[in-house]
Nanobody, 122 residues
Framework: VQLVESGGGLVQAGGSLRLSCKLS????????INWFRQAPGKEREGVSC????????YSSDSVKGRFTMSSDNAENTVTLQIYDLKPEDTAVYFC????????????????WGKGTLVTVSP
C-alpha cells in the first residue's frame, strides 16, 4: 500500500491550493483517508477525512468552510482543496489511511504518505 501526496508549494495568503493523495495497493474501499498537517514546532493535527465507500467527509472545526475533500475512486486519488489560505495553514500535509471509517485519531492510521509542504506567505 502506498499513499503519495502532491500539490504543495508556496502560496500567498488568500490564495487556494489543491493537494492530491494518490492511493495504490488497496484491495478494498473500506478505508477512511485522512489529511493531517504538522506545523513547525506543533503537534500533528487531523484536518479532514473521507470514507471511500460512500464519500462521506468530515472536517475539523478549525478548517471547516475552507477545506473541501473529495475522492475520485476511478483514479484512486483523494483531493484536499484549500481556499483562503492563511499563514497559520503553513505545515507539512500528510494523507493517511485507517480501516473502515474516519476517526481522525492518528494512532488509528495504518498507512501514511511522506507529506507535502505548504507554505503560506503573508
Amino acid at each position: 500500500v502506498q499513499l503519495v501526496e502532491s500539490g504543495g508549494g508556496l502560496v500567498q495568503a488568500g490564495g487556494s491550493l489543491r493537494l492530491s493523495c494518490k492511493l495504490s495497493g488497496f484491495t478494498s474501499d473500506d478505508y477512511g483517508i485522512n489529511w493531517f498537517r504538522q506545523a513547525p514546532g506543533k503537534e500533528r493535527e487531523g484536518v479532514s477525512c473521507i470514507e471511500i465507500r460512500d464519500r462521506t467527509t468530515y472536517s475539523s472545526d478549525s478548517v471547516k468552510g475552507r477545506f473541501t475533500m473529495s475522492s475520485d475512486n476511478a483514479e484512486n486519488t483523494v483531493t484536499l482543496q484549500i481556499y483562503d489560505l492563511k499563514p497559520e495553514d503553513t505545515a507539512v500535509y500528510f494523507c493517511a489511511a485507517e480501516p473502515y471509517q474516519c476517526s481522525a485519531y492518528d494512532q488509528n492510521m495504518k498507512f501514511w504518505g511522506k507529506g507535502t509542504l505548504v507554505t503560506v506567505s503573508p
